[in-house]
């Protein structure tokens, strides 16, 4: 039973242009929600994270859209960057420290 | 300083061996964690601490063994280990615990992991 799923494995986009990473819920109770990146061969780092009582949170070149109804959130990446390629995961949690995390999606920015 | 660190880095270990994996966290988080992530997938939640005491075990067998003898340090003790427990364990900790301060702070910061191989 996957709780949260990132239903796009891979995607590419040409430098400059925007990225958008897309995460879908099913459980309701989750309340917290996060975008992980992973480089080959190193621990996930944490990018933004946002609370579902809010539906958007910016951080320079990161934006998290949570829209609540659609049990739906996304990641842009503006302007994106070669050095932006890697896997991002989407988690989320419910009320509670243990994350559930999605498949993740690889992306890849070409120059 | 958002940083955890793990020894070793790579870990090559037979069936009947011991061995322990190290983690260390010097952001005065109360929670920390241990997880395991096979190629290809996410990140698997193994055991969770909180304020040094041992507050999820998600099932895992008895051949791995978490300890965290004070509130910067987790070792994660292995027993016995089957060839197909190889994989990238990853120590993680975050700041609070929901109920505890009412605040929620879940972001968990992760460490580069340890590689390992169970010959």
């Known amino acids: 039973d996957q709780q949260v799923k990132q239903n796009s494995p891979s995607l590419s986009v040409q430098e400059g242009r925007i990225s958008i990473l897309n995460c879908d819920y099913t459980?309701?109770?989750?309340?917290?929600f996060l975008w992980y990146k992973k480089y080959p061969a190193e621990g996930p780092t944490f990018l933004i994270s946002?609370?579902?009582?809010?539906d958007k949170n910016e951080d320079g070149r990161f934006t998290v859209f949570l829209n609540k109804s659609a049990k739906h959130l996304s990641l842009h990446i503006v302007p994106s960057q070669p050095g932006d390629s890697a896997v991002y995961f989407c988690?989320?949690?419910?009320?509670?420290?243990?994350?559930?995390f999605g498949a993740g999606t690889i992306l890849r920015v070409k120059s | 300083d958002t940083e955890v660190t793990q020894t070793p880095k790579h870990l090559v270990m037979g069936m009947t061996n011991k061995k322990s994996l190290k983690c260390e966290q010097h952001?005065?988080?109360?929670?920390m964690y241990w997880y395991k992530q096979k190629a290809k997938k996410p990140p698997e939640l193994m055991f969770v601490?909180?304020?040094?005491?041992?507050?999820i075990n998600e099932s895992v067998p008895s051949r791995f063994s978490p300890e965290c003898p004070n509130s910067s340090l987790l070792n994660l003790h292995l027993h016995a280990l089957q060839p197909e427990d190889s994989a990238l364990y990853l120590c993680?900790?975050?700041?609070?615990?929901?109920?505890?301060?009412?605040?929620?702070?879940?972001?968990?910061?992760f460490g580069p992991g340890t590689r390992l191989t169970v010959t």
């Open positions: 946002i609370s579902s009582i809010k």
């Open positions: 988690a989320a949690s419910a009320r509670g420290n243990k994350l559930v």
């Open positions: 459980n309701s109770m989750f309340d917290y």
């Open positions: 952001m005065g988080h109360r929670a």
């Open positions: 601490y909180s304020y040094e005491k041992l507050s």
């Open positions: 993680a900790s975050s700041r609070y615990i929901s109920g505890t301060s009412g605040r929620q702070a879940y972001e968990q910061y």
